[in-house]
């Protein structure tokens, strides 16, 4: 994730050089064996679509296009604090005046993903950014006596379990999307 404008700057650098990269193997195409070729432009044009997502994202954060965040998983929680300054317009300082620190230390959580920070620090960002966390993910620990733990409530199979906890795991959620 982009987290300023410094950042912004080379990642716009780092992709005019990738798509420039992929312009001159564009050229050598026929020094390479077919499947070579394919793979570096794969490789290539993944790196580009990182690049120019993570652009997107940053850049409709700090217009105020911005609509929603769909974290995945608690990891994902440095992103949002970090994305709902942005969306806010709010500089560094402007947090750290907020919650009553220096400046450089938001800008040392907001480097190392709040890898340093304590819980109840990370719920006061979350709170100086006026954020509301929500957590809908269920986890459902199979001790493989799922039959034996309890009765299966009318109509409902252990295949119907099985199932349920598969689409958790794989979508987070119950909930259709």
């Known amino acids: 994730m982009i987290k ?9 650098s780092k992709l005019a050089e990738l798509n420039k990269a992929k312009e001159e193997l564009e050229l050598k195409k ?11 432009e794969n490789a290539i044009i993944g790196l ?11 850049e409709a954060l700090v217009t ?5 965040l769909k974290p995945k998983d608690i990891e994902d929680i440095p992103n949002i604090l970090i994305a709902a300054r ?10 750290a005046d907020i919650l009553g620190i220096k400046e450089q230390q938001v800008q040392r959580y ?21 954020l509301q966390l ?17 009765d299966l409530p009318e109509g409902y199979s252990i295949e119907d379990i099985r199932q349920a ?4 795991k794989k979508q987070h959620s119950l909930i259709l999307q």
């Open 165 to 168: 906890e598969m689409k958790i």
């Open 48 to 58: 580009i679509e990182d690049l120019e997502n993570q652009i997107q994202t940053y």
């Open 86 to 95: 942005l969306a806010q317009k709010m500089s560094q300082k402007e947090l």
């Open 110 to 130: 907001e480097a190392s993903d709040f890898e340093g920070a304590s819980m109840s620090r990370t719920i006061e960002f979350a709170s100086a950014l006026n």
């Open 30 to 40: 026929t020094n390479y064996e077919p499947i070579e070729y394919e793979l570096a």
């Open 4 to 12: 300023n404008q410094k950042q912004a700057s080379i990642t716009e």
């Open 64 to 68: 105020g296009n911005f609509h929603c």
């Open 134 to 150: 929500f957590f809908e993910k269920v986890i459902i620990i199979n001790t493989g006596e799922t039959e034996e733990i309890f």
